[in-house]
T-cell receptor, first 114, second 113 residues
Framework: EPEVTQTPSHQVTQMGQEVILRCVPI?????FYWYRQILGQKVEFLVS????????KSEIFDDQFSVERPDGSNFTLKIRSTKLEDSAMYFC????????????FGQGTRLTVV | KQEVTQIPAALSVPEGENLVLNCSFTDSAIYNLQWFRQDPGKGLTSLLLIQSSQREQTSGRLNASLDKSSGRSTLYIAASQPGDSATYLC????????????FGSGTRLLVRP
């Protein structure tokens, strides 16, 4: 069964460093998303991406964040200068973009900023 | 602004019980509602999707209902098993260009053998 895959599963980085989180969405899907979940809190929307551009972003998604679909299969989230408060589980999701818009999530990348 | 609330926050039941998890949302202008399962430290597994025009969906021992006008959904789990122990999340998609999901905080379920 097709699935969304994310790498790495866990990343530890020093404050101020750049990180890139990678995702391979389901191949025929058209909508791509990044969400995050800080430990003990709700899953929060960060950004949606459709037709090679950002369709919506949240207040959290400031200039330190960027997304890219560099090669038609990967979907990446870059954090330019990580802060301690960026520590969270980051989830990638994709949706086919037909009648149902059912979202399928990856297993997540746990980012720890030290 | 859409708010999603789930009650109860935690639930502990003996194996075999039927149980109901509740989800409420403040803005009825939704496109769909999804129920997810999350195991500790893991990703989100989609359980059921209900379109805004539907009243319920069933998958195996799971049944989800939707009352859009009152802003409520329930997830019914029949004959619960220890393997059902997980956090159950409810999320609604708005009728806008991105169909992003707004999540509740989840119900943490423990099914005791």
């Amino acid at each position: 069964e097709p699935e969304v895959t994310q790498t790495p599963s866990h990343q530890v980085t020093q404050m101020g460093q750049e990180v890139i989180l990678r995702c391979v969405p389901i191949s025929n899907h058209l909508y791509f998303y990044w969400y995050r979940q800080i430990l003990g809190q709700k899953v929060e929307f960060l950004v949606s991406f459709y037709n090679n551009e950002i369709s919506e972003k949240s207040e959290i998604f400031d200039d330190q964040f960027s997304v890219e679909r560099p090669d038609g299969s990967n979907f990446t989230l870059k954090i330019r200068s990580t802060k301690l408060e960026d520590s969270a589980m980051y989830f990638c999701a994709s949706s086919e973009g037909t009648d149902h818009y059912e979202a399928f999530f990856g297993q997540g990348t746990r980012l720890t900023v030290v | 602004k859409q708010e999603v609330t789930q009650i109860p926050a935690a639930l502990s039941v003996p194996e075999g019980e039927n149980l109901v998890l509740n989800c409420s949302f403040t803005d009825s202008a939704i496109y769909n509602l999804q129920w997810f399962r999350q195991d500790p430290g893991k990703g989100l597994t989609s359980l059921l999707l209900i379109q805004s025009s539907q009243r319920e969906q069933t998958s195996g021992r799971l049944n989800a209902s939707l009352d859009k006008s009152s802003g409520r959904s329930t997830l019914y789990i029949a004959a619960s098993q220890p393997g059902d122990s997980a956090t159950y999340l409810c999320a609604v998609a708005r009728m806008d260009s991105s169909y992003k999901l707004i999540f509740g905080s989840g119900t943490r379920l423990l099914v005791r053998p």
